[in-house]
Nanobody, 119 residues
Framework: QVQLVESGGGLVQAGGSLRLSCAAS????????TGWFRQAPGKEREFVTA????????YYADSVKGRFTISRDNVKNTVYLQMNSLKPEDTAVYYC????????????WGQGTQVTVSS
């Protein structure tokens, strides 16, 4: 089993930055792909970005390209999401999730962290 805990959310003004962390426990994430998702009130969950075990980003949503950066520290078993130039439309609950590289669905999820961007 894998447990994921997100942190780093909060309230920030438009144009500001936040860094989210996703700490994994229970097992190493070797050979797992880890991603960030977000869900705003009244909207469907959006796939934001994902990264391989080796540290290669494999996807960025168009809405965050050039502003968000995903990275990981395998020693700390932690994945990060650096969010710059935040916009009010980035307001959402952000979730990290992970899946074994050969799986098609993310089967381990964190509890989420709230990000609120004020205008």
């Amino acid at each position: 089993q894998v447990q994921l805990v997100e942190s780093g959310g909060g309230l920030v003004q438009a144009g500001g930055s936040l860094r989210l962390s996703c700490a994994a426990s229970g097992r190493t994430l070797e050979n797992y792909i880890t991603g960030w998702f977000r869900q705003a009130p009244g909207k469907e969950r959006e796939f934001v970005t994902a990264i391989t075990w080796s540290g290669t980003p494999i996807y960025y949503a168009d809405s965050v390209k050039g502003r968000f950066t995903i990275s990981r520290d395998n020693v700390k078993n932690t994945v990060y999401l650096q969010m710059n130039s935040l916009k009010p439309e980035d307001t959402a609950v952000y979730y990290c999730a992970t899946r074994y590289r050969s799986n098609s669905e993310y089967n381990y999820w964190g509890q989420g962290t709230q990000v609120t961007v004020s205008s």
